[in-house]
């Protein structure tokens, strides 16, 4: 007997006349095993999903055998179909009349569970029409809400647009309703951030409330936190959270971040509660020219190497940011030293039961070389912003990435006054998607291009990578990594 499941770390969204198959915690590496992709996303037929729907952890032959009586297809062609996505490593692309369908490695495969579940209904991924062509979703399947943009902290390398202090202006009771509707949509993911999030009046409520609708968001902070707040955490029973720690140098700190002294016992705290409470948590560090040493890396080593609840210590460089003070150059970590870094990491890491993420270099898009042709440009990877998710600012308004915040080009509506349904099928959000070429000035090679529409129709360019390089106004230049401009 083998007991088979559709791999829980992943999951299936009914999307008009074809069905997502998105991974669980979407973004979310650290909460993926071996072999299963954070970021995939994919469209498949919907027959597809009705019989998914049956591997829910009892006997293969059994789940087969349901699937055939339920759906009236021969069990030869389901047993055919399930052992091409049994416990394969590698993508699976299966093309029909309607189009491409696209399975993920380990898609289907051996199951533990005691407790059998029917995670999915398969009469909820009935159809009246197939399409498997059309690129944006009809419903988004990520949201992300900016409860603030106030912080704890004063970071000196702060990619955020702080220029105006706002506190969150959506009325608790309205951010209830806006969750009961992204239920009935279907949204997979609502991650909430600030700011500092932990700074937002109802952030207990806020987190219970999505807890109680089936949602986790992804928590991170740099307050540090009291005990009360600890075990608040405990209450809800948040599994993880992700504290910054750049270094436990005070003075490298103080200038960093702008914290007193006291901060750096204060955030050791944190985690000594986190440890006595029993949540796991990661640390992320961010390198600039004022913690890239070694000693920097060894202050913060040395203090959380016993930590048995630490699962990662992620180690990034400062990116560029359209809203810093300081020209990017005069931030930026040296390569040299994160060389360094790099050699002490690897060093310790058999010293730890944590894992540990090396630093990478600078991880500007400006820094990539550019692709040798435009199919290897076409190639590029999907965007979530208004392709599959939208960004909710904390007056209300919405955007269609994170960096993009009140450029006022990228707002598509405001939840204030419109459901989430209205503003994703609102004709701002589908004249930026579906863009004409006739709307890009003349002074943008994109106004031009012979190869416009297959440039745009598939995928996106980066829009907070043009306006970084360009400007917070040319947001109609070509993206920056087109082999067609030649441009420095």
């Not at 006739?438 to 106004?447: A, M, Q």
Request: hydrophobic share 35%.
């Amino acid at each position: 007997m083998k007991n088979v499941i559709f791999n829980t770390n992943y999951t299936l969204k009914s999307d008009g006349g074809r069905v997502l198959v998105l991974a669980r915690y979407y973004g979310r590496d650290n909460r993926m095993p071996a072999g299963v992709i954070s970021s995939f996303e994919a469209l498949i037929h919907p027959l597809y999903a009705q019989i998914l729907s049956f591997f829910n952890g009892d006997d293969m032959e059994v789940s087969i055998q349901n699937a055939s009586i339920s759906l009236n297809i021969d069990p030869n062609l389901i047993r055919n179909f399930i052992y091409k996505i049994y416990n394969k490593d590698k993508f699976l692309s299966i093309r029909s009349k309607d189009g491409v369908s696209v399975f993920p490695p380990f898609c289907i495969v051996d199951s533990n569970e005691d407790n059998l579940t029917n995670r999915f209904d398969y009469k909820s991924f009935k159809y009246d029409f197939i399409d498997l062509k059309n690129r944006r979703y009809f419903t988004p399947s990520n949201l992300t809400l900016m409860v603030n943009n106030r912080c704890y902290t004063n970071c000196f390398y702060c990619y955020a647009d702080r220029r105006n202090k706002i506190d969150c202006q959506i009325p608790f009771s309205r951010m209830k309703e806006l969750i009961d509707e992204a239920v009935k949509l279907d949204v997979k993911t609502i991650d909430v951030i600030g700011g500092e999030f932990f700074l937002y009046e109802y952030w207990f409520e806020l987190v219970e409330y999505l807890y109680s609708q089936g949602y986790h968001p992804y928590l991170s902070t740099k307050k540090p936190m009291e005990e009360s707040d600890v075990l608040k955490l405990t209450r809800l029973g948040v599994e993880d959270i992700q504290i910054s720690l750049d270094t436990l140098i005070t003075d490298h700190l103080s200038s960093m971040i702008g914290v007193t002294h006291s901060y750096v016992n204060k955030i050791m705290n944190t985690l000594d509660l986190l440890e006595k409470h029993d949540i796991n948590f990661f640390i992320h560090t961010v390198l600039t020219c004022k913690n890239d040493s070694v000693e920097d890396m060894k202050s913060i080593f040395n203090s959380i190497k016993d930590y048995s609840h630490l699962l990662e210590w992620k180690i990034d460089t400062a990116g560029k940011s359209m809203y810093l003070k300081e020209d990017y150059e005069r931030i930026a970590s040296r390569q040299n030293n994160i060389s360094d870094i790099t050699l002490f990491i690897d060093s310790v890491r058999s010293d730890v039961d944590f894992a540990i993420r090396n630093p990478k270099p600078a991880t500007n898009i400006s820094f990539l070389p550019k692709p040798k042709s435009m199919n290897d440009f076409f190639n590029r990877a999907n965007c979530s912003a208004n392709y599959s998710g939208l960004f909710i600012l904390p007056d209300g308004q919405v955007t269609i990435c994170e960096e993009l915040y009140w450029n006022p080009h990228f707002l598509v509506g405001n939840i204030l006054n419109q459901s989430i349904e209205e503003i994703w099928n609102s004709q701002k959000a589908l004249d930026l998607f579906y863009i004409n070429q006739k709307n890009i000035p003349k002074e943008s090679l994109c106004s031009t291009c012979d190869v416009f529409r297959k440039c745009r129709s598939v995928k996106q360019v980066c829009y907070k990578e043009i306006l970084k390089k360009y400007g917070e106004d040319k947001w109609y230049y070509p993206d920056i990594l087109c082999p067609k401009c030649n441009d420095n």
